[in-house]
């Protein structure tokens, strides 16, 4: 099975500034998704970004940005001028497209603190 | 508006008794899955169906049950054979295109079960 490694329980950012998210996974596919979920305190799970594996080009959605590097199997993502708003807990996942085991596997999450 | 819609948001239980956990989507999607999260360890799988009257084990199914007799609804029996139940339970769906299914999860707002 694959497994995803965030190997940063906590991590804190001073508002408006920008933080690093680390995510490494191990998969021996060649097309793959990689997804990055926030939680909030509400526990609801909200997508903030998605990569696929065969795309050269790093994603990204307004304030947030990924850096994949798919040799080094590595999927960070960046969060720009940080807000309050942004404080919650982050998963990588990782999901094979293939019909067969296509379930998603997460990461044990990154809780973000944004401090004032 | 489309969406999943998990009930309870809170359950309680007493030792020795199974519940169910219910869970309903209204986007027309072929996978379903049922996560547990608890603190440190992330999202972990219990069950997942890709299509009515089909579902596979995931990583903890033991103690658990489902039923998938609608493409809408993939409820989940928590019995007394599981040890530990209490945590966060969310459901989510996906959409499949073919043989591939790319695209990311949607969840549920989730249902936390107390044993008592």
């Known amino acids: 099975a694959q497994t995803v490694t965030q190997s940063q329980p906590e991590m804190s950012v001073q508002e408006a500034e920008t933080v690093t998210l680390s995510c490494t996974y191990d998969t021996s596919e060649s097309d793959y998704y990689l997804f990055w979920y926030k939680q909030p305190p509400s526990r609801q799970m909200i997508l903030v970004i998605r990569?696929?594996?065969?795309?050269?080009q790093n994603a990204t959605e307004n304030r947030f940005s990924v850096n994949f590097q798919k040799a080094a199997k590595s999927f960070s993502l960046k969060i720009s001028d940080s807000q309050l708003g942004d404080a919650a807990m982050y998963f990588c996942a990782y999901r094979s497209p293939h019909y067969t085991g296509n379930q998603f596997y997460f990461g044990t999450g990154t809780s973000l603190t944004v401090i004032p | 508006d489309g969406g999943i819609t998990q009930s309870p948001k809170y359950l309680f239980r007493k030792e020795g008794q199974n519940v169910t956990l219910s869970c309903e989507q209204n986007l027309n999607h072929d996978a379903m899955y049922w996560y547990r999260q608890d603190p440190g360890q992330g999202l972990r799988l219990i069950y997942y169906s890709q299509i009515v009257n089909d579902f596979q084990k995931g990583d903890i199914a033991e103690g658990y049950s489902v039923s998938r007799e609608k493409k809408e609804s993939f409820p989940l029996t928590v019995t007394s054979a599981q040890k530990n139940p209490t945590a966060f339970y969310l459901c989510?769906?996906?959409?499949?295109?073919?043989?591939?299914?790319?695209?990311?999860?949607?969840f549920g707002q989730g249902t936390r079960l107390t044993v008592v």
């Open positions: 989510a769906s996906s959409i499949r295109r073919g043989d591939r299914m790319n695209t990311e999860a949607f």
């Open positions: 990569q696929e594996a065969y795309k050269q």
